[in-house]
């Protein structure tokens, strides 16, 4: 089974999509305040965590920052406000992979849980490793390195430089890379790749320009 927790302190919503998600074989753990779901997410050795946004104790965006500050590299997604755009974007510059605002259906979480879950599975489209430009990327143990030195990413930035070097030199549209990475088509006025592509870059130990940005169009990984 795979495992996800669930932060938020809705309780009647906790109980309906623990009840969805057992139904798909995915074992849940739920915490219903900051402090205890931190505790958990650093303990536990989940694939996948929901985290609210608003949260007694330790609100979603500093658990997520303190998560990421551990290198802890679980995927995460986020639950926000409808309509809170600022609060989505800061969500992906702390790290998160993806977020989806409430109210949501629950068909369509379970959609996207279902579909990072296959991501962190280390489903890519090949197991060779990949060099190029000074990246070494290895899907089968999904590490990364650039210009010799380890790259601590989220499974959503690893997926996006293995599109990147599957493809090595050619652009990749915006539309392909985010169904490679993201497991879904980008919306109109959404800035998640942007904001993950702007990630990776401040990740690199030099020469971010290497990942290009084709305007209007892509990205293109280039030496």
């Given at each position: 089974?795979?495992?996800?927790?669930?932060?938020?302190?809705?309780?009647?919503?906790?109980?309906?999509?623990?009840?969805?998600?057992?139904?798909?074989?995915?074992?849940?753990?739920?915490?219903?305040?900051?402090?205890?779901?931190?505790?958990?997410?650093?303990?536990?050795?989940?694939?996948?965590?929901?985290?609210?946004?608003?949260?007694?104790?330790?609100?979603?965006?500093?658990?997520?920052?303190?998560?990421?500050?551990?290198?802890?590299?679980?995927?995460?997604?986020?639950?926000?406000?409808?309509?809170?755009?600022?609060?989505?974007?800061m969500g992906l510059e702390l790290g998160a992979d993806?977020?989806?605002?409430?109210?949501?259906?629950?068909?369509?979480?379970?959609?996207?849980?279902?579909?990072?879950?296959?991501?962190?599975?280390?489903?890519?489209?090949?197991?060779?490793?990949?060099?190029?430009?000074?990246?070494?990327?290895?899907?089968?143990?999904?590490?990364?390195?650039?210009?010799?030195?380890?790259?601590?990413?989220?499974?959503?930035?690893?997926?996006?430089?293995?599109?990147?070097?599957?493809?090595?030199?050619?652009?990749?549209?915006?539309?392909?890379?985010?169904?490679?990475?993201?497991?879904?088509?980008?919306?109109?006025?959404?800035?998640?790749?942007?904001?993950?592509?702007?990630?990776?870059?401040?990740?690199?130990?030099?020469?971010?320009?290497?990942?290009?940005?084709?305007?209007?169009?892509?990205?293109?990984?280039?030496?």
């Amino acid at each position: 089974m795979h495992s996800v927790l669930l932060i938020d302190d809705d309780h009647e919503m906790s109980e309906m999509l623990t009840e969805l998600l057992q139904r798909e074989a995915i074992d849940v753990a739920v915490a219903d305040d900051g402090v205890k779901g931190l505790e958990l997410a650093l303990k536990g050795t989940y694939e996948l965590i929901l985290l609210d946004v608003m949260l007694p104790g330790i609100d979603g965006m500093k658990l997520l920052q303190r998560l990421r500050q551990q290198h802890r590299d679980t995927a995460v997604l986020m639950l926000t406000a409808r309509g809170d755009d600022e609060d989505r974007v800061m969500g992906l510059e702390l790290g998160a992979d993806d977020y989806l605002p409430k109210p949501f259906n629950p068909r369509e979480l379970v959609a996207r849980v279902k579909a990072l879950l296959r991501r962190t599975a280390n489903t890519h489209v090949t197991s060779e490793k990949l060099n190029f430009s000074g990246f070494e990327l290895d899907p089968e143990k999904a590490e990364v390195r650039c210009d010799g030195q380890p790259l601590v990413t989220t499974p959503t930035e690893f997926d996006i430089l293995c599109c990147l070097m599957q493809q090595a030199g050619q652009m990749v549209s915006k539309d392909h890379l985010s169904v490679a990475a993201l497991g879904r088509q980008l919306g109109p006025f959404d800035r998640s790749l942007d904001v993950h592509i702007s990630n990776i870059r401040k990740k690199l130990p030099s020469h971010p320009e290497r990942i290009q940005t084709v305007r209007g169009r892509g990205y293109r990984l280039a030496t």
